[in-house]
């Protein structure tokens, strides 16, 4: 696994020594947060930490909520959290968080795997304008594949009706997407087996919303 930094990382805070800049550069520092959900507190670290219980250190794992990268928290001592907390990372860690780097699928414990598609959907719910956007904006690949071949169970036939549907005016939401596409019965539910699909399978040619690179990360 590469622990090198990249753009999900925690970034080192900012200088206190700084000038505070104009109000512009805060809103912006505050509309580019980026956070995540804890999906497990170990409070006596990982079991597979072979040290005495009192060595080891209280660990966490999160779900980035932007573009679903997992992570392993390093916590302090004192440090509390709770499943499904949310918790900011950037630009600077939340209280009780040394340190924040990626992970794999399969670095996680059973816990936090377990967690994890609850708390997809929920980003997922939390997120509905953000994720009806995939359906109204999703594009070509190539001549043969389109954005939305890539989720569950859409075809060629249903692809269309999608295409079709969008191009009498944009979806509002998921409940208006389903009455107004036949076939396409939980788009929602949909979007959280393709998340989880990415988030599983590392040798996916496409990925679609895991990574800062997915088309709905920056939205």
């Known amino acids: 696994m590469n622990d090198e930094r990249d753009p999900a990382s925690v970034s080192d805070p900012p200088d206190a020594s700084e000038d505070a800049a104009d109000s512009d550069a805060e809103g912006a520092d505050i509309d580019d947060a980026v956070y995540a959900y804890v999906l497990e507190y170990l409070p006596h670290g ?34 509390e959290f709770g499943i499904d907390d949310r918790v900011v990372l950037e630009p600077e860690t939340a209280p009780g968080i040394e340190r924040a780097r990626r992970v794999d699928y399969d670095d996680l414990n059973r816990g936090a795997r377990q967690e994890l598609e609850y708390v997809v959907e929920d980003i997922i719910e939390a997120n509905e304008s953000r994720f009806i956007d995939f359906y109204n904006d999703a594009e070509p690949i190539s001549l043969r594949l389109h954005q939305l071949n890539l989720l569950p169970g859409i075809g060629k036939k249903l692809r269309n009706n999608i295409l079709d549907a969008r191009k009498r005016g944009p979806f509002e939401s998921f409940a208006d997407l389903s009455e107004r596409v036949s076939g396409l019965h939980s788009p929602k539910e949909t979007l959280v087996e393709r998340v989880m699909e990415e988030l599983r399978d590392d040798d996916l040619k496409y990925r679609i919303f895991v990574g800062v690179d997915a088309p709905t990360a920056n939205k």
């Open 46 to 79: 990982r079991a597979d930490d072979d040290r005495p219980q009192h060595r080891r250190s209280a660990v966490a794992y999160g779900l980035g909520e932007r573009d679903f990268r997992l992570f392993e928290f390093d916590l302090t001592d004192d440090a």
